[in-house]
């Protein structure tokens, strides 16, 4: 054994086992080969770069002054480490603003500022400014107009006097567009063939004079439209029609009221003095009571009551003289 360690193929072995382990070293700290800890740390500092839309708020003391001309929402482009800049597009705690506070009555040109954002991610905004006009703000009270199509209404019915709650709003804004304020309208959209009241929550919209929406605050913004629909009515007399009588007897009918009450149109109730009421006589052979249905001409939608008590006497047609 002693021969063995110190012969020549002993030690030929040992440089052999020597260089394995170092080509294998070599393998694993060259560039491109990452550990598990080296790729965790590979994640925490590779660079990112990510583009979103944000608010755009605006510092101004809103008692006084009305702003207008900036756009409601910004791009910022984030560009950072990776799990920053994900962490961050995620739960936006960082703010993009316009700073107006020293700023007087008139068109600016003011540029965009960031605060909350960390150190580590840099941005680049679009745009990077923005013109803005501040005025003073004004207010004015005004009436809610109500619009809609009268043709929707079904056959024989007809609109009410449409209410608006609340009936008056308040309209806020800069000088200018006050100062061009003519109504503030609710559009009620209506399908075709209503025959019942309307009731619905509209959206308020401010206009000038020529009917173009101007860019002001209305409060409250919506309002609850009432509009009710109903049938033109009148008392009518009724006529008893009897058919289908039996040869050999003789028929009294008398109805329980004279009158009943007509639904319609305004121009059909203003020609009609009465209306018929059919009583069949087909299968009566002794005195009965019925109850016989109203008849509906065109433009009567309905009446009350519907139908009518009967009384039917029957009775035999006395003999002829030979």
């Given at each position: 054994m002693k021969k063995f360690f110190n012969s020549n193929l002993f030690y030929s072995i040992l440089a052999l086992l020597c260089a394995i382990l170092l080509s294998v070293y070599t393998r694993s700290t060259r560039v491109g080969f990452v550990t598990q800890s080296q790729r965790s740390q590979t994640t925490q500092t590779a660079t990112k770069e990510q583009s979103i839309k944000v608010p755009l708020q605006v510092s101004v003391d809103t008692d006084k002054y009305y702003v207008v001309g900036y756009p409601e929402k910004v791009q910022i482009r984030l560009s950072g480490p990776s799990a920053l800049v994900t962490s961050t597009v995620n739960t936006q705690s960082f703010r993009v603003f316009i700073d107006l506070t020293k700023l007087k009555v008139?068109?600016?040109?003011?540029?965009?500022?960031?605060?909350?954002?960390?150190?580590?991610?840099?941005?680049?905004?679009?745009?990077?400014?923005v013109t803005v006009n501040i005025q003073k703000k004004k207010s004015r009270s005004l009436p809610v107009q109500i619009e809609y199509n009268k043709n929707t209404v079904a056959t024989g019915y007809h609109f009410g006097t449409a209410s608006s709650d609340p009936r008056i709003v308040?309209?806020?804004?800069?000088?200018?567009?006050?100062?061009?304020?003519?109504?503030?309208?609710?559009?009620?959209?209506?399908?075709?063939?209503?025959?019942?009241?309307?009731?619905?929550?509209?959206?308020?919209?401010?206009?000038?004079?020529?009917?173009?929406?101007?860019?002001?605050?209305?409060?409250?913004?919506?309002?609850?439209?009432?509009?009710?629909?109903?049938?033109?009515?009148?008392?009518?007399?009724?006529?008893?029609?009897?058919?289908?009588?039996?040869?050999?007897?003789?028929?009294?009918?008398?109805?329980?009221?004279?009158?009943?009450?007509?639904?319609?149109?305004?121009?059909?109730?203003?020609?009609?003095?009465?209306?018929?009421?059919?009583?069949?006589?087909?299968?009566?052979?002794?005195?009965?009571?019925?109850?016989?249905?109203?008849?509906?001409?065109?433009?009567?939608?309905?009446?009350?009551?519907?139908?009518?008590?009967?009384?039917?006497?029957?009775?035999?047609?006395?003999?002829?003289?030979?």
């Open positions: 008139g068109k600016h040109r003011v540029a965009l500022k960031v605060s909350g954002l960390s150190k580590q991610i840099s941005y680049s905004l679009k745009p990077s400014s308040n309209v806020t804004g800069s000088g200018s567009e006050i100062n061009q304020l003519k109504r503030v309208v609710a559009r009620v959209s209506l399908t075709k063939g209503v025959d019942k009241s309307v009731e619905q929550q509209v959206i308020l919209v401010a206009e000038d004079k020529k009917g173009h929406q101007l860019n002001v605050v209305i409060d409250p913004a919506t309002s609850l439209i009432r509009i009710p629909v109903k049938l033109y009515h009148k008392k009518v007399k009724i006529k008893l029609n009897t058919r289908n009588e039996a040869s050999g007897k003789i028929y009294s009918v008398t109805a329980s009221r004279n009158y009943v009450t007509v639904y319609g149109s305004k121009k059909v109730l203003a020609h009609l003095s009465q209306i018929p009421v059919d009583v069949n006589l087909a299968d009566v052979k002794n005195n009965t009571t019925r109850q016989a249905k109203v008849q509906l001409p065109k433009g009567v939608v309905r009446t009350k009551p519907a139908t009518v008590k009967v009384k039917i006497k029957v009775g035999a047609s006395p003999a002829k003289d030979e």
